[in-house]
């Protein structure tokens, strides 16, 4: 039996990574499609290696992204995100990576399925196909080539690369409740009655992803943790957990708390925020209080993100902004619409720009940098699945 042989990218895209396929390349029957993803990535892996596959055994390396020229008006590309579980024969296509949507422009222009200058900005309207929502990358152009390198440093990555300028437009959720589309269950503040840690206050938000906000004391947390502080604790990633999918059954995502774990497990993100406070990030430098607005941790796939999700910090700029929120209460953004907040390998600043039409409130546009850049171009090698 011979290895198929698919043309791939292996790419990051700020804090996460990724191998990059065009959708002719891969099966359209999706079970087929996932079967021939896990392999690729190394999933499900009982050794949690990722050793005999393109994954890195963590959730911001173990995805995938799947690109195809748009028939949408007003789109040029449809861009689809697969989060593979580590453990699991999973691929969760329920939310996107804000991280990876850097790298789709790139992608994109590289592959030929897009126009762009030869030098200045090119500007990629890309559809997201799992949330249905507009996102825009200006990406960097020079001699006709995508520009790489440059000298924007970005946290929680460990080389300077060119700046990507993102716009996620209307990140919201179209399918809220009363309140609108961006919180599902009408209010700004839900209360979770979670078994074992009692009444919770949750912000449940739709903006980049589905997020719960929960501020880190009532979790037992301070906002400073980074993850050796938490990832080897069970009863606390329990604890977690159950807040996550009793939010995930408030917003609808999933009908029970046992289905959110089982089936959903990329979407809703729990972020935890904090006032600021002065601590020494993942590499060794010191972040100080007067630096941030606020402090703010996210979990992924179970465990603690070593950064913050592109899609959290969307959620983030969209609930700092909205009076009534957990995030609010503890940093609203300040007069340019910005919020700079502290994440365990370093700090991020977002705006937002949200309007309101009565009592419902409308996240108009999210903006933020990141970077990205092509690891290895070429082919996975995968065994007949």
């Not at 190394?42 to 959730?59: E, F, N, V, W």
């Not at 300077?160 to 990140?171: K, M, N, S, T």
């Not at 906000?213 to 906002?223: I, S, T």
Request: aromatic share 6%.
């Amino acid at each position: 039996m011979k290895q198929l042989r698919i043309p791939a990218v292996y790419m990051r895209g700020g804090t996460s990574k990724g191998v990059f396929f065009l959708a002719d390349d891969l099966p359209s029957e999706p079970a087929a499609r996932d079967r021939i993803l896990m392999r690729v990535i190394g999933s499900p892996d009982r050794y949690g290696k990722h050793t005999d596959g393109m994954g890195g055994a963590t959730s911001s390396t173990s995805k995938v992204v799947i690109l195809s020229k748009s028939k949408r008006a007003g789109c040029d590309v449809d861009y689809l995100f697969g989060q593979v579980a580590i453990d699991k024969p999973l691929v969760d296509w329920s939310g996107n990576c804000g991280n990876l949507s850097a790298a789709v422009g790139p992608f994109a222009i590289s592959m030929g399925l897009v126009d762009a200058p030869a030098d200045g900005l090119a500007t990629v309207k890309i559809w997201q196909a799992n949330i249905k929502k507009r996102i825009v990358n200006h990406v960097p152009m020079s001699s006709g080539e995508v520009q790489e390198l440059g000298d924007f440093q970005l946290d929680g990555v460990a080389f300077p690369a060119a700046e990507i300028q993102l716009e996620f437009l209307d990140p919201a959720d179209d399918e809220g409740g009363e309140g609108g589309p961006t919180f599902p269950t009408g209010n700004h503040i839900d209360v979770l009655d979670v078994p074992g840690l009692g009444k919770v206050e949750a912000t449940l938000i739709n903006a980049g992803n589905p997020t719960v906000f929960v501020d880190a004391a009532r979790l037992g947390l301070k906002g400073t943790e980074l993850q050796g502080d938490v990832n080897g604790d069970k009863a606390l990633l329990a604890r977690v957990e159950a807040v996550r999918a009793l939010g995930a059954v408030a917003m609808g995502d999933a009908a029970t708390a046992e289905e959110a774990t089982a089936k959903r497990q990329h979407t809703p993100k729990l972020s935890f925020v904090a006032k600021p406070a002065g601590y020494t990030a993942s590499d060794g430098r010191t972040v100080e209080a007067d630096s941030i607005d606020l402090l703010a941790r996210i979990f992924s796939m179970g465990v603690l993100h070593h950064a913050m999700t592109g899609t959290g910090a969307v959620a983030i700029a969209a609930a700092a902004a909205i009076p009534g929120t957990v995030v609010h209460r503890v940093a609203p953004v300040g007069p340019d619409g910005r919020v700079r907040f502290g994440h365990p390998s370093g700090t991020l600043k977002v705006g937002a720009e949200v309007e309101k039409d009565g009592n419902r409130w409308a996240v108009k546009k999210v903006m933020m940098s990141r970077s990205a850049r092509r690891l290895m171009e070429g082919w996975v090698r995968v065994p007949p699945v």
